[in-house]
């Protein structure tokens, strides 16, 4: 139990880190004089003491929204797969339920980008719907093929089972679903190429559009639940598609599981810096290479068999 | 006549749960219409006729509430005599009774012209039945045609929006499902389903649910949207329906029941949020007098307590966790998720295109739903409408309240609706295997997932009491200041449309909505620019009312074109026409019993058609 407590604590404290991390590493393979990593902490305390500004066009969805849009993620963090085994409790759900609280979480973004009845708002609403639909299927099925190599849907005994168990019969159909997730967690998490996190042109915002009018607390608790979104898709990477490490000591166990989130990072960091953001229409092309292999992925594993 | 078995209780219940808000909603809405005799009579009627329906134990009462249930929506369609509602009856009227020439002819063909015949003695004829094939597409095409499945659907996003909205919610609430049953019931009467019947079903769910949410998305029109999203649902507990029947062709049992299950939970599910999302559409409406969502807007602040109803269905429709529609989503996937156990390759790999499409499905009813409450509920008043809009009369609102009961409730006692569930339908009992405890609900196969509504609905509110609680703590300023517009006034013209919202779906689907665009801007002296006034408008047609409904339309055109020039010939034709029977009869006769070689064919076939085109049509004015 207290381990559980724990790594949920250590999940939601080094979420900031990683994605403040992203940005530094960015920013010194720019050549720039990179930003602490820890700058995010900063942020969310200064954000803290800020007033909160309301919008009068807007209604009580505004005030309740970003703790709607916050609850989803934390619960999800509740659910994820082990980090060392014994860690997790109720890791028993499995991922639909996860693909659908971090849904309700978007739903609930989308729905405060249209109620300051600003056109920014609409546009990242619009776009972000037209995103997150395709990305559905897309997870589903990358997450189903996971399962059927790992003979279990329950994340929690999935990511024991590829820690045990590798199936090293079915590696083909494991590397095209891990790079359909990836695909996945760049575009659930508003990276380059789908989104920029760092400009605010309306050209490119999607996620950025959205909370243009949240300020103070209100701002801080997205940003978070943005922070928290990114620690939960690495999280599941690092369990389910790097599967090792899980089986050792709990210290030995933590820092491997570190070192694989410092490197998802890092792979971040370097697809941001050397692809161009696409326009909102070619998305669709990257999200169907992601379903393709996820596909792709199903079709080998049951050409194979079991 | 009438027999109270397991199965005709449970819809029976769901009959009972969706009429009694809906009774309290009418009544509110009843200074609305102005034909209230005519209206009364037939609302009551129709909702007898479902009762009967579900209740009536032999062939011909059957049909006589089946038939009543037609003719009394008809008539509710036309409460409002409009041309738009003229041609939705008439329409609706027509695919109706198409689909009962097929149930009729399903029950003539087994019933041994004993129209008296009891369901458990029409088990027993329909077991002996030759052809199970032929009853199992009469069934089909009969039953799903009055529940909307594509291509027979097009009648339905017509025909709901032109009722009043407490019809409305019935019609798209429980009489889909009374087809449903109906569809159930009989199934179940044909022993020995082949493999290719639960594809079909499985096929027709897929599509029915991919199209119903993409025309949703497109629509304009706030009930037309919903009816399009009853076609989606439908198409979603047929996906399950299939996949049951598939596993039982497969000597699967456990699975087959599991999906069962998940289906006709969906059945439920999709009555109490349609119910309410209807109803609170119908609120909308009500106090707006246009359907046009373009003309809503800020409508959270006039009407919460409807806001607040309309958020509730529209989160468990869009399938999100914790709600209802979640559940029984979850279900289906888990059910899905258990065909790698087939030992068919074809069949395994089809499963995962079922899957997508449910999967695009959830997505898309997502972002069909943000529009639909967002461009409703939030932002500013487009309208004048929209601005002096006021909440309902308190019997309007009870409705919603009691019909958003029976949503949570579906929720919240999970386990126990499950169980009533298993025990009407003919499957294996496996309730014990779901529900272990009643808090976890398991899937069917052992390494399946598993999932907790109240352990999530709990963590929910007690994370989002934390957060409240950390908000207040901090003792933050707040202040209320205008939407930051870049220096201009925020305004309602300047927010996102429905059609702005959708445009980007829209533009991706363009394949299939083909969509005509009509655009009028007034150039200022030559700039293009700068412009006094624009127009912009799209309009889609729906593909399968374009190809199958207008394209079979214009044949019958051709057809009856040639007729009508063959019935007003002059005698001489007459006689002409005759020799060339007589002609065919004597070709005819030597081509099958004398020399069957292809050069005689041939040449006889070309001496008629110079006759027929000297002798009939003669030449071209």
Known sequence: MIDYILSVILLFIISPFLVGFVKSIKMYMLFKKPLSPFWPYINFLKLLKKEVIYSKEGSFISKTAPFLILSPIIVVMFLLPPIFKGSFYISFMDAFTITGLLSLSTFFLMLLGLDSASSFGGIGSSREAFISALVEPAMILSVFAISLMATSIGLGKAALNLTYHFPFSHAASFILAAIAFFILLIAENGRIPVDNPETHLELTMVHEAMILESSGVNLALIEMATALKFGIFATLFATLFLPFGANLCWCLAVIVYILKLILICVLVAVIELNTAKLRLFKVPNLLGIAIIFGFLSLVTFYILGV | ?621
């Open chain 2, 1 to 621: 006549m009438f027999n109270f078995n397991p199965l005709s209780v449970l819809f029976l219940a769901l009959i009972l749960l969706g009429v009694i808000p809906n009774l309290f909603y009418m009544s509110g809405y009843l200074s609305h219409i102005k034909r209230k005799m005519h209206f009364l009579i037939h609302y009551f009627a129709f909702v007898f006729s479902m009762i009967g329906v579900v209740l009536s134990n032999e062939i011909l009462p059957f049909l006589f509430f089946w038939e009543l249930m037609s003719l009394t929506s008809w008539q509710l369609i036309l409460t409002e005599e409009n041309e738009e509602s003229i041609k939705a009856a008439r329409f609706y009227f027509f695919m109706t009774h198409f689909g009962y020439v097929f149930i009729l002819m399903f029950f003539l063909l087994i019933s041994n012209s004993n129209l008296f015949l009891s369901f458990d003695s029409l088990k027993i004829a329909a077991a002996g039945f030759k052809y199970p094939t032929i009853l199992f597409f009469l069934i089909a095409i009969g039953f799903l045609s009055k529940a909307g499945v594509v291509p027979l659907h097009v009648w339905l996003p017509y025909a709901h929006p032109a009722a009043p909205s407490p019809v409305s919610a019935l019609m798209s609430g429980i009489m889909l499902k009374v087809a449903i049953y109906a569809f159930l019931r009989f199934i179940f009467f044909l022993p020995n389903w082949p493999i290719e019947w639960g594809i079909i079903i499985l096929v027709l769910g897929a599509v029915s649910s991919l199209v119903g949410v993409l025309y949703a998305l497109a629509e304009h029109d706030i009930k037309a949207l919903l009816a399009n999203h009853s076609v989606e649902n439908i198409g979603i507990i047929l996906i399950a329906l299939g996949v049951g029947m598939i596993f039982t062709t497969l000597k699967l049992p456990l699975l087959a029941a599991f999906a069962f299950i998940a289906g006709v939970y969906h059945t439920f599910n999709h009555m109490s949020f349609k119910s309410l999302l209807f109803m609170s559409a119908g609120s909308v409406l009500y106090e707006t007098h246009t359907k046009n969502i373009e003309k809503y807007g800020g409508l959270i602040k006039n009407m919460p307590l409807t806001a607040i109803m309309f958020l509730i269905a529209a989160v468990s429709i869009s399938a999100l966790p914790p709600t209802n529609g979640f559940l029984s989503e979850w279900m289906i996937f888990q059910s899905m998720l258990s065909s790698s156990g087939i030992s068919n390759l074809a069949l395994k790999l089809s499963f995962p295109f079922a899957i997508f499409a449910l999967a695009l499905t959830g997505g898309l009813a997502i972002a069909c739903f943000v529009k639909a409450f967002g461009i409703t509920f939030l932002g500013l008043h487009r309208s004048a409408n929209a601005k002096y809009a006021k909440e309902v009369n308190v019997l309007m609102q009870i409705g919603e309240i009691l019909m958003a009961v029976v949503v949570i409730s579906l929720m919240l006692f999970l386990p126990f609706v499950i169980k009533e569930i298993n025990i009407a339908l003919p499957i294996k009992d496996i309730y014990n295997k779901i529900f272990p405890t009643v808090w976890i609900m398991h899937s069917i196969t052992n390494n399946g997932g598993a999932v907790s509504p109240l352990l999530l609905l709990g963590g929910l509110i007690i994370i989002v009491a934390a957060i409240y609680l950390f908000y207040k703590s901090l003792n933050v300023k707040e202040r209320i200041y205008h939407t930051w517009a870049c220096g201009y006034n925020t305004n309602a013209k300047s927010q996102y449309s429905a059609t702005g919202f959708a445009g980007p779906i829209r533009r991706f689907f363009a394949w299939l909505y083909k969509p005509e665009i009509h655009t009028q801007t007034q150039t200022l002296a030559g700039h293009k620019t700068k412009f006094s006034s624009s127009f912009y408008e799209v309009h889609i047609k729906p593909l399968f009312e374009k190809s199958l409904y207008l394209g079979s339309e214009k044949l019958a055109n051709v057809i009856s074109y040639y007729i009508y020039r063959l019935s007003h010939f002059e005698k001489e034709r007459y006689v002409v026409l005759i020799f060339n029977l007589l002609l065919l009869v004597l070709f005819s006769y030597r081509v099958l019993y004398h020399n069957v070689t292809w050069g005689n064919v041939l040449l006889e076939i070309i001496v008629m058609a110079v006759f027929i085109k000297i002798l009939i049509f003669g030449e071209k004015k």
